[in-house]
């Protein structure tokens, strides 16, 4: 008959969920801070299921699973921030993997082992950090624990039963939940193909060492695998139809292409780097702190007991299967190249199982050394003390490691996008509708695409701009706020052209770091005084009717540029455009060239600060161009021209004054004479 747990387990229990709660709810709104690009790919599969999509595998982001984006799809029904919903998920998901590796360890040890193991995955690092970010990898484990519960609960059940034709009554119930459980991993994260070898191995050694239990579990064994698999069929169809459907991936599994070409180091260095995971340094800021390992002293001492307690007793098939599932965890991980989290995932539980019993077996194995007649008392004492002192540093180091330290590192927040996701979050909850110019070093595409994830309304008009090189004034409003982030400043001769702004938020992140600044323009008249300084023409310039189109998508309204060029100095010419029409987004760039009295280019500028994504018409843009003069140019007559063209084809645009005479295919603005300096 088996044993109810007591009310002091339970109550352990609860108090250790209660802490994981605590650790995974904390701040989850920005930490970790951004929205990183997988949490972009994910919020936006879970948009698509909600919105009637049902996808057996998800294409973007080089593939994705879906069971983790179905879940979270029925929470986005109430919560409605994708981001907020697939990060509740991770922390639920990671929640329930508390207990369900306590349940497990205490099946294959005893329950004060359970209760240490749960403890430990509620406060280790590597559990925290993988409950937080909203992508489906926190699934696998819990998945995979159900799937060994269930199969062990049924091969238990067997064991009972030895006489094969003598069966426990839900015997293959259990087989076949533990099948159902096995083929749903399938749809959580992509190493869990490799996890049947957890259960051949178990297989293979009931073969070859108990015979007669093997005799016993077979037939269950083969239900369970036969579920699985028919439960995967409908992924494993898609793949197999779809075989470029991961070929994004590629590059991952470099380690074994070199090996295919007799090349062993690539892989040699990916396992070391797995193991000094456990060792000494876990990657770089990414994911972690650089140079603190998986584990924390104390704890990494009690892992590698754990190992070493399960591979002694390996002739009990729960304790070498433990051992067996961190090994298969950690395969994809040896097998590509750049180790990580995420990548690890699959030996989350058996490594936390480890733990657990690492601690109970060396505190029974002392007690029993040395104080054998008061072996319970002396072994609950120290375990006791070691417990407090290994979960103590664990809870300490994540706590420091994770959100005093990897948090608020400027290295994470800048590869999170994290002030432009607070850019986002403003915009959502700010009622004005007023159109938003946003500064952007990535204006083209990188930053604008990603946005558009990062924010939930679409009534706001949207214009990109890349504050190094151009500033945008937008045409038929009367203001418009401009934000500006301390990564994307106005140089300094364009920030004459937004001296009239106002700031009206200027917003910091809860531990100081300037975050992002909003600023209220009056447009007409900005537009005034941006036409105003420009100018027509230059010393040699041609005499046309004014402004020069061209194509049919932008007129130069004028331009400045200083009268005098000497060699060795920086010719800054500021060129004033107005839209004429919107054009399809695609890749552009103004070119302005320094050209020799025999046409050669000696200086040149490319580039499209306003990218045509953003272009309305009627709207105003000054371009901001630098030409560095080699200190050895010659004296002589010097030409500057100016034109625009597509950068996928390099093709020209046209040009034409405004009565219509063709120019080319570009503008000559003026001429110079270079004398020495």
């Known amino acids: 008959m088996t044993r109810q747990p007591s009310r002091a387990w339970i109550a352990a229990l609860v108090a250790v969920l209660l802490v994981a709660a605590f650790l995974r709810f904390y701040r989850l709104d920005v930490v970790p801070p951004g929205m990183p690009i997988d949490e972009l790919v994910d919020a936006g599969a879970v948009r698509a299921i909600a919105a009637g999509w049902r996808p057996v595998f998800i294409p973007q982001g080089w593939g994705r699973e879906p069971l983790y984006h179905y879940i979270a799809a029925l929470l986005f029904t109430f919560v409605r921030d994708p ?16 207990p369900a590796i306590g349940v497990l360890t205490a099946q294959i040890s005893n329950r004060r082992a359970g209760v240490l193991a749960a403890a430990f995955t509620a406060v280790t690092y590597w559990a925290v950090f993988a409950s937080r970010y909203g992508v489906r990898d926190i699934l696998l484990p819990l998945l995979s624990t159900l799937t060994v519960i269930a199969f062990w609960s049924a091969l238990q059940s067997d064991f009972r039963h030895p006489t094969p034709d003598i069966r426990h009554p839900t015997s293959n119930f259990r087989f076949v939940l533990a099948g159902v459980l096995l083929g749903l991993t399938f749809y959580t ?21 108990d015979r007669e239990r093997f005799h016993t579990a077979w037939r269950g064994m083969l239900l369970f695998f036969a579920v699985g698999l028919i439960v995967g069929v409908p992924l ?35 396992i070391w780097a797995t193991f000094r995971f456990f060792i000494s340094d876990a990657g770089d800021w990414t994911y972690n702190v650089p140079g603190h390992p998986v584990f924390p002293s104390v704890t990494n001492a009690l892992f590698c007991l754990g190992i070493i307690v399960c591979l002694i007793r390996w002739r009990d098939t729960s304790r070498l299967a433990v051992p067996v599932w961190l090994l298969v965890g950690l395969l994809p991980v040896m097998a590509t190249s750049g180790p990580h989290y995420f990548r690890l995932i699959g030996a989350l539980a058996p490594a936390m199982i480890l733990l657990g019993i690492g601690l109970v077996e060396a505190s029974d194995w002392l007690a029993r050394q040395f104080a054998p007649e008061r072996k319970p008392t002396v072994s609950a004492a120290i375990l006791v003390t070691v417990g407090f002192l290994a979960l103590g540093q664990s809870t300490a180091t994540t706590w420091r490691d994770y959100f005093e330290t990897w948090a608020i590192n400027p290295h994470v927040r800048a590869e999170h996008d994290s002030n432009l996701r607070e850019i986002g979050r403003y915009l959502d909850r700010s009622a004005d509708t007023t159109p938003v110019v946003i500064a952007s070093l990535a204006a083209e595409d990188v930053e604008p695409d990603r946005f558009g994830g990062m924010i939930e309304r679409t009534d706001l008009d949207q214009r990109w701009f890349d504050p190094s090189t151009a500033l945008v004034f937008p045409s038929e409003v ?28 200027d917003r910091h992140w809860y531990d100081g770091p300037a975050s992002f600044q909003v600023y209220r323009l009056e447009v007409p008249a900005a537009r005034e ?34 009268p ?53 018409a009627g709207d105003l843009f000054v371009q901001f161009s630098r030409l560095e003069l080699a200190p050895a140019l010659s004296p002589g007559h010097y030409t500057l021209q100016v034109g625009l063209y597509d950068k996928d084809t390099l093709v020209r645009w046209p040009v034409a004054d405004a009565a219509g005479q063709a120019l080319g295919d570009h503008l000559i603005l003026g001429q110079w004479i270079v004398g020495d300096q």
């Open 478 to 505: 009367e203001t418009a706020r401009y934000i500006l982030r301390p990564e994307t400043p106005l140089r300094g001769v364009l920030a004459d052209y937004f001296s009239g702004a106002q700031l009206v938020a």
């Open 83 to 98: 981001q907020m919903t697939i990060r509740l998920t991770s922390a639920f998901i990671g929640i329930a993997l508390v």
């Open 529 to 562: 005084a941006a036409q105003a300084r420009a100018a027509w023409p230059l010393p040699g310039g041609p005499r046309i009717a004014t402004p020069a189109r061209f194509g049919d998508r932008a007129e130069l309204l004028g331009y400045t540029a200083p």
């Open 564 to 616: 005098v060029i000497t060699p060795g100095s920086t010719l800054r010419v500021l060129t004033t455009w107005r839209i004429l029409r919107p054009v399809e987004p695609g890749p552009s760039s103004v070119f302005v060239h320094v050209l020799d009295a025999n046409g050669r280019i000696v200086a040149q500028d490319d580039q499209l600060g306003y990218p045509r994504h953003s272009w309305h």
């Open 189 to 209: 994260y992509q190493s869990s193909r490799i996890f049947p070898l957890v259960f051949a191995v178990v297989g293979a050694w009931l073969w070859l060492f």
């Open 236 to 270: 494993f169809a898609y793949l197999l139809a779809h075989p470029d459907a991961e070929s994004g991936r590629a590059f991952m599994v470099e380690p074994l292409v070199a090996l295919q070409s007799g090349n062993v180091h690539p892989l040699i260095d990916s």
